[in-house]
């Protein structure tokens, strides 16, 4: 299994990772060709405004349409 890096942030493939663990409600990300999810919480960066307003259940980072922001945020 393949870690990289998107972002500054340490990232992993979903499809690899959904094989160990039941991603369901972590935040997806598309980078150029792969979806991914982030290994961390990233509630240090710069927060955007979010009229939707869902949040991390962890971290309270803002999200697009899941419960949790990363792997970390889900397992914890
Ligand atoms: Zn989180």
């Known amino acids: 299994m393949k870690i990289r ?3 500054l942030h340490e990232v992993i493939n979903r499809p690899d990772f959904q094989k160990y663990f039941d ?3 972590i935040q997806g990300y ?5 979806k ?7 509630k240090d960066n710069q ?4 009229n939707k307003d869902r949040r ?5 980072q803002n999200l697009l349409d899941a ?4 792997i970390q945020c889900k397992v914890f």
Do not use: H, P, W
């Open 5 to 7: 890096r998107y972002l």
């Open 23 to 25: 991603c369901s409600g």
């Open 30 to 34: 598309q980078t150029n060709k792969n």
């Open 36 to 42: 991914v999810l982030f290994l961390k919480s990233r």
């Open 47 to 50: 927060q955007q405004q979010n």
């Open 56 to 60: 991390c259940n962890i971290c309270n």
């Open 67 to 70: 419960s949790y922001c990363s």
